[in-house]
Structure formats: structure tokens, C-alpha cells
């Protein structure tokens, strides 16, 4: 495999928006880890893992945990039913066979030639070389990154069972510009400020979902008011 800085290099930038999913950045890095020390059988047991955050991630945003599926691939089945991957039906119907196909795929060459599905012989070697692991490597960053992209994309807060304070920036500067900034001083150099809607989201989640859909049905009205003026 090739030494490469960012050897996921499209599941980086989709999970770049998102710091605060630590446990899912932490997955990622951990088969970064495992691809750039070209420890093979530990790749293809963290490639699953990682899909499977991604997975069960993007369902507690949009169903909540516990209608989580508890094998590998029905958790992907309930992703490909919330997620749109195409706004064609025809592409979406595509895009979800290919997608499908990966997933099963993943789950085999781990339970196959994985470094913690099973023990072999001392003298055993893995059939699964540099190229061939490179290339299900790149599939799984294909995927998770599509996955990702288009779970943020398409989320809309009236049904999320959790929503994230960074993928509303337009409502938070909006919120912003209603109050004022927070200040709180620790000592005599040390200040830490938080604005409205940082503290609204930490303090009343609740409060701040209400006001983000009534902000997103309030913008949506003027849009199709200016269409119809149009």
C-alpha cells in the first residue's frame, strides 16, 4: 500500500465539517493508521468497524439507537432507506446495489483473512496483498464519504432524533445577531465567551430545534414567495 499522507483521503473531507463526532474521527485514524503501517489484516478489520459507525452514526442522527439494526449489513439496508444517495431513482437504485455489494464484500474479506477473526497456522500468509488491499481501502473511503456527505446534505431538523451544532451555521449567525455574546472570566486573564446560540444549543437543545425549524419553514416561505413573484 502506498504511503500516502491522507490515506483517506474523501472520508477526511467528509467527516472534516463534523470534529465533534469523536468516536467516528478516531475510527477513521485507526485505519489510517493500520494502512500506512500496511498491516493488512488490521485494515480490513477496521475498514468494517469504521462503516459500521458510519452507519449506526448517521441512524442515531435520523431514527435514534434504539432502531438500530445489530448485524453489519441490515444497519447499511436501514442507511440506504433514510439516505437518498441519488435524487434519480433509477441512479439511487444503482448507487445502492453497488454500495450493497461493498458492504457484503467488506464483511467477507474481514471474517476471511482479518487479523481478529480467527488464529491460523504460524507459518500462515495472508493471500490479501499491498494492491488488493489498497483497492477495497479506496472503496471504503468512497463509501463512507458518500454515505456521510449525503446524510448532512439531506437531514432536515423536523426529524432528526439528534442534530449537530455545526451544520446550521446560517441559523446560528442569525441566533447570534438576536443577543449578545457571553462572557465568563476564570481568574484575572482568563476569559471564555460563548455566543447565543452556543449557549442555547448546550443549555436547551430542545429550545434550539424549535427555533431552527420555525427559522427553516420561515426561510423556506420567502424563497417560494420570491419564486412565485418571480
Not at 472534516?16 to 489484516?41: F, G, M, N, T, Y
Not at 449537530?164 to 476564570?186: A, H, K, M, R, T
Request: charged letters at 25%.
Amino acid at each position: 500500500m502506498e504511503d500516502n499522507s491522507a490515506p483517506l483521503r474523501l472520508s477526511s473531507r467528509a467527516l472534516s465539517a463534523d470534529p465533534s463526532a469523536i468516536h467516528l474521527v478516531e475510527h477513521k485514524e485507526r485505519l489510517e493508521a493500520a494502512v500506512l503501517r500496511q498491516d493488512v489484516p488490521l485494515c480490513l478489520d477496521v475498514s468494517k468497524a469504521f462503516l459500521e459507525s458510519i452507519f449506526k452514526t448517521i441512524l442515531n442522527d435520523r431514527v435514534g439507537e434504539e432502531e438500530l439494526p445489530s448485524e453489519f449489513y441490515p444497519l447499511f439496508r436501514k442507511v440506504k432507506d433514510e439516505v437518498p444517495f441519488n435524487h434519480n431513482d433509477t441512479a439511487n437504485n444503482l448507487i445502492g446495489r453497488l454500495a450493497g455489494s461493498l458492504v457484503n464484500v467488506v464483511a467477507e474479506l474481514r471474517n476471511n483473512f482479518g487479523a481478529a477473526s480467527h488464529g491460523d497456522d504460524g507459518y500462515h500468509e495472508n493471500p490479501i496483498d499491498a494492491s488488493s488491499a489498497d483497492f477495497v481501502m479506496s472503496s471504503v473511503d468512497g463509501l463512507a464519504a458518500l454515505v456521510y456527505s449525503k446524510h448532512k446534505n439531506t437531514i432536515v431538523p423536523e426529524r432528526a432524533t439528534r442534530i449537530n451544532y455545526q451544520d446550521f451555521s446560517e441559523f446560528n449567525d442569525w441566533l447570534d445577531e438576536q443577543g449578545e455574546d457571553y462572557e465568563i472570566v476564570v481568574g484575572e486573564d482568563t476569559v471564555f465567551r460563548y455566543t447565543a446560540s452556543q449557549v442555547l444549543y448546550e443549555q436547551d437543545i430542545s429550545a434550539y430545534q424549535e427555533m431552527l425549524i420555525q427559522y427553516m419553514a420561515n426561510e423556506e416561505g420567502e424563497v417560494e414567495g420570491e419564486q412565485y413573484d418571480s
